[in-house]
């Protein structure tokens, strides 16, 4: 269940079209669904205003297909699974006749519609290199799910920062800028200086051997000098894009269907 759902019974209810048996019975199977192998939050909408994502790492491909048939059944109409491999997607399309959308390069999946933009604004994913595109792409794709509307700058990195100039028009506009980089990950220290909206800096595990698998670029960007800036986990395309979408969300601005409030 979620808020849209449940704001509907209980205006339901209050119209008198709809029991208190009815909503009683809702409610009961609530707040999570044991399922032995993994225990479904359907509160968490509730609580959190996101609904339950699945991380499909290390998962099945039986466990992920169980896991979002069960979501499904609940009335969740976008469900995002993270970490998808090519074999869970492929068990998918032949077990299932749930929709799956599957993006093979940052490894991620949609099953069902995805929502209209309802932000405050734009949020912009930007990228050092093209090597970085895997890890930005997750963050499209995660900030799309939660109904935001995302520019995508790839390939303007310090190595060239005229590249960087070029769009700054775009940058400047979005709302919140999500900044993606290996190496020494200084694209996010720039980023920072020029924009007035939070920047959400992601490390990714680019780089050569003295980069430590992006523990040099999540050192620079919590190091940095620039004002404004976050850093979440190395690789983390997933975690920037659920921070920018509750950012470009906030409690108190604009109606937004797929948030509770």
Known sequence: ??????????????????????????LKKQPFEDLGFAKLDHHRAI?????????GASKTPEQILEIASAMSAFSKETILITRMSKEAAL?????????????????????????????????????????????AKEAVITAKAFGNEVEE??????????????NLDKIMSANVVIVIAGMEGALASVVGGLVDCPV?????????????????ALL?????????????NIDNGFGAAYQASLINHPKHGGANENFVY
């Open 200 to 216: 959400i800096a992601v490390p990714t595990s680019v780089g050569y051997g003295a980069n430590f698998g992006g523990l040099s």
């Open 91 to 135: 068990y998918w399309r032949n077990n299932t006749s749930l929709t799956l959308e599957y993006d093979e390069i940052s490894s991620t999946g949609i099953c069902g519609k995805v929502p209209n933009a309802d932000g405050l604004g734009k949020i912009a994913v930007v990228t050092g290199g093209t090597s970085d595109i895997k890890v």
């Open 1 to 26: 269940m979620d808020g849209k759902k449940l704001k509907k019974m209980l205006y339901d209810y209050k119209e008198g079209s709809l029991s208190l048996d009815s909503i009683m019975l809702e």
């Open 153 to 166: 700058i790839y390939d303007v990195g310090v190595a060239g920062i005229h590249r960087l100039f070029a």
């Open 220 to 232: 620079s960007m919590l190091n940095s000098c620039s004002s404004g800036i976050s850093v979440v």
């Open 47 to 55: 609580r959190k205003g996101i609904a339950e994502v699945i991380y």
